[in-house]
């Protein structure tokens, strides 16, 4: 019994010295590439109101919610997304802000994934969001922090897959689709099963412009001159024509921020979060073959907390993000400069008086009385596995 007791429940997992350094380093990078751009931070519950993530929200499905009850009968859920809690979070405290707010978070998020898929249910995110602004130029400020973010953070080669959420769903309308045959083509998408997209699109009937269009679901990659063949094509359907020229108007703004080698269009992007509006992507790299980032906007996201405001943001996946470094062999330096204080017996004052005075210099100190059974190598090698660069014998 007492050995079950030292194991997680699936999904979780322990994070502990050198891992957990690490882990420390990265999130303080990501923190101050957020505050350069001049984002606040804000901080929200780990649990809050179901209705929060609720099916109108459009956030994840509610079986992958952790879900209980308080001493009143309410329902509540550990966070899945921190999106809907920064949404309810600004309703409440800048209801009457008319200008741009800029926030910045970290935290975990839960989500009850089935068992099969093999991933972890607690994640470490750390994300901002640009609120009140709708132009193309808060999507290419969101973009060109997340890409900084990365840089900081280490890695050298990664991609932004971006998307626009009204693409794919001005072709639904456009077509005539149902919801099944919406959640077909979505479910083929998700798993990128393009020999299937085309074999389900050919048995629609569509003008052929419109049909051309849904072909491009299954490129991955849009290049600008596909993208200038598809607003051709789109000239008849708005929805999808306002998506592809937005697309290209912050391509354009990417270029000025020079960031454009990081980014990759794709047509067919869908989201497993629904209240996506505009651009939506997601950050890739070698060694990980989940997102290391992701994100988008959102524009009536607010409305259901009782402000309107146009939105745009992304999360940084943290724990993805050290898999992939891990799996790239790139170093985060960690500095370990403590130091360990040995004494003996009758040494005590002297010890702490030593250690005070190093502390106030800024050092690390540990105070470990002398145990007449262990020797100078017992001590000298615990400094080792405890990555401290010196240790001083006080007799």
């Known amino acids: 019994m007492k050995r079950k007791l030292l194991h997680t429940p699936e999904g979780v997992r322990d994070i502990y010295n050198e891992e957990c350094e690490i882990k420390q380093v990265l999130k303080s990078r990501l923190k101050k590439a957020m505050e350069q751009y001049g984002y ?3 901080q929200t519950p780990t649990f809050e109101f179901f209705d929060i993530f609720g099916k109108e929200i459009g956030t994840i499905p509610s079986k992958e919610l952790y ?10 859920v550990l966070r899945p997304d921190l999106t809907p809690s920064v949404a309810r979070a600004v309703a409440k405290y800048f209801g009457e802000e008319d200008m741009p707010i800029r926030l910045y978070y970290m935290g975990n998020t839960f989500i009850n994934n089935s068992s099969y898929q093999g991933r972890l249910k607690e994640n470490t995110q750390l994300g901002a969001e640009l609120i009140g602004d709708n132009t193309v130029d808060a999507d290419a400020e969101i973009l060109s922090m997340a890409v900084e973010s990365l840089k900081t953070a280490g890695l050298k080669d990664f991609q932004l897959s971006i998307g626009h959420a009204d693409f794919f769903l001005g072709l639904i309308e456009a077509a005539g689709l149902d919801e099944d045959d919406e959640e077909e083509l979505r479910e083929l998408i998700s798993n990128k099963n393009y020999f299937g997209i085309d074999e389900v699109v050919s048995k629609w009937e569509m003008e052929e412009n419109l049909r051309e269009l849904f072909r491009m679901l299954g490129g991955s ?6 993208m200038a063949k598809a607003r051709a094509l789109a000239v008849n359907y708005p929805k999808v024509l306002s998506a592809i020229v937005r697309l290209e108007e912050l391509h354009k703004v990417l270029e000025v921020y020079g960031i454009h080698k990081y980014v990759s269009y794709e047509p ?15 950050g890739y790299t070698y060694g990980t073959g989940e997102p290391i980032l992701k994100g988008g906007r959102y524009d ?4 259901h907390f009782g402000k309107d405001a146009p939105s745009v943001g992304f999360a940084v996946v943290v724990d993805q993000l050290m898999l992939a470094l891990s799996r790239q062999k790139i170093e985060v330096p960690v500095e370990h400069n403590g130091e360990i204080i040995v004494y003996a017996k009758g040494r005590l004052k002297d010890a702490i008086a030593m250690a005070k005075e190093m502390r106030a210099a800024g050092s690390q100190v540990e105070l470990i009385s002398m145990d007449s059974g262990k020797s100078k190598e017992d001590y000298e090698n615990y400094r080792v596995r405890n990555r401290r660069k010196k240790v001083t014998f006080l007799y």
């Open 40 to 42: 606040h931070i804000i």
């Open 268 to 282: 067919g992007f869908v989201s497993k979060y629904q209240y996506y509006t505009g651009i939506i992507f997601s």
């Open 67 to 76: 879900k209980f009850f308080d001493r009143e009968g309410n329902t509540l």
């Open 221 to 226: 990659y849009f290049s600008i001159d596909e």
């Open 300 to 303: 009536k996201l607010l409305s």
